[in-house]
């Protein structure tokens, strides 16, 4: 069974850009699972897994997708410093940006580093799914709560919503 049930995630993905190839990587392994997971020190929730596995990373159909803040979805490269890669980003988000310690940064926005959709892993449901949240860099790390977890969040998109976050912290 999917987490991603009545979701159609082949709609998500630009794949016809040259500049989206460099946010997609090969099929995804369980070294590659467990090497990031050492690298972020959380555990990969298991709807993000099953997105990495239909397709690991890449950019948005902003074509399709115009309301989107969503640009991208960090996939896991061959190599943990692989450009564009969800360990790569992570070391420049929380270390460069001083994005905080909540979870992992997964979803890049259009305003190019200054907002970030993370999983939080600081509230987890009962199946170990991280609620989303969008991080505002600008505004002191400021947390807008986005979706219950990340099925919910790339319906969302899918449906192409202005997504408005309630602003939690």
Same mark, same amino acid.
């Given at each position: ?6 979701? &159609? ?5 630009? &794949? ?10 090969? !099929?995804? @392994? ?5 090497r990031?997971?050492?690298? @972020?020190?959380?555990?990969? !929730?298991?709807?993000?897994?099953e997105?990495?596995?239909?397709? =690991? ?6 074509e399709?997708?115009? =309301?989107? +803040?969503? @640009? ?11 450009s =564009? ?6 070391? &420049? +988000?929380?270390?460069e +940006? ?6 992992? !940064? ?15 892993f *600081?509230?987890?449901?009962?199946k170990?799914?991280? *609620?989303?949240?969008?991080?505002? &860099?600008?505004?002191? =790390? ?8 990340? !099925? ?14 309630? *602003?939690?912290?």
């Open positions: 069974m999917s987490l991603f049930d009545g979701i &159609n995630l082949s709609l998500l993905f630009d &794949n016809e850009s040259e500049y989206g190839e460099s946010y997609t990587f090969g !099929p995804l @392994t369980d070294e590659m699972i467990e990031a997971e050492k690298k @972020t020190g959380y555990k990969l !929730p298991a709807s993000y897994i997105l990495l596995r239909f397709q =690991n990373g890449g950019l948005i159909d902003d399709r997708l115009e =309301n989107s +803040w969503l @640009t991208a979805v960090y996939g896991i490269g061959e190599t943990a410093d692989q =564009n890669s969800l360990e790569d980003m992570y070391d &420049n +988000w929380r270390y +940006w001083e994005y905080p310690d909540i979870g992992i !940064p997964f979803g890049e926005t259009q305003s190019g580093g200054h907002d970030m959709y993370y999983m939080d *600081r509230s987890v449901d009962e170990g799914e991280p *609620r989303i949240v969008c991080i505002e &860099n600008e505004d002191d =790390n400021a947390v807008y709560y986005i979706a219950h977890d990340l !099925p919910e969040f790339i319906g969302m998109i899918l449906r192409d919503e202005e997504i408005h976050g309630e *602003r939690i912290e």
